[in-house]
């Protein structure tokens, strides 16, 4: 199962709601995805970052499960996703590449 890196932000061109409960009830509905995403494992880790606006997620599956889910958070989040090579299998690669265009180079 592949895991990815999503840094997302709040979209200011979203038509976020100006009355104070009114978001407040858009943040609980997000936030309870989120918790949600946690208990079935699918999200290993989100955070906010210090300027209140941004943030990242680690989290589990396919490339359409990831869709599926950021799909929920449009239009107010835009997300920029990163799958993420494990470091043995990147070394793995990266040395065959390696090896092959030394080879190459002979």
């Not at 995403?37 to 359409?64: M, R, S, V, W």
């Amino acid at each position: 199962m592949a895991r990815y890196l999503v840094l997302w932000r709040m979209n200011s061109a979203a038509p976020w709601p100006t009355d104070p409960s009114k978001s407040l009830e858009l943040n609980e509905m997000m936030w309870m995805a989120i918790d949600s995403f946690k208990q079935e494992g699918l999200l290993e880790d989100f955070g906010f970052f210090p300027d209140g606006t941004t943030g990242y997620a680690i989290g589990k599956g396919d490339a359409t499960d990831v869709f599926s889910r950021l799909s929920m958070f449009l239009p107010y989040m835009l997300p920029e996703v990163h799958e993420i090579i494990p470091y043995e299998k990147g070394k793995k690669v990266l040395r065959e590449a390696m090896s092959q265009m030394a080879q190459l180079q002979k």
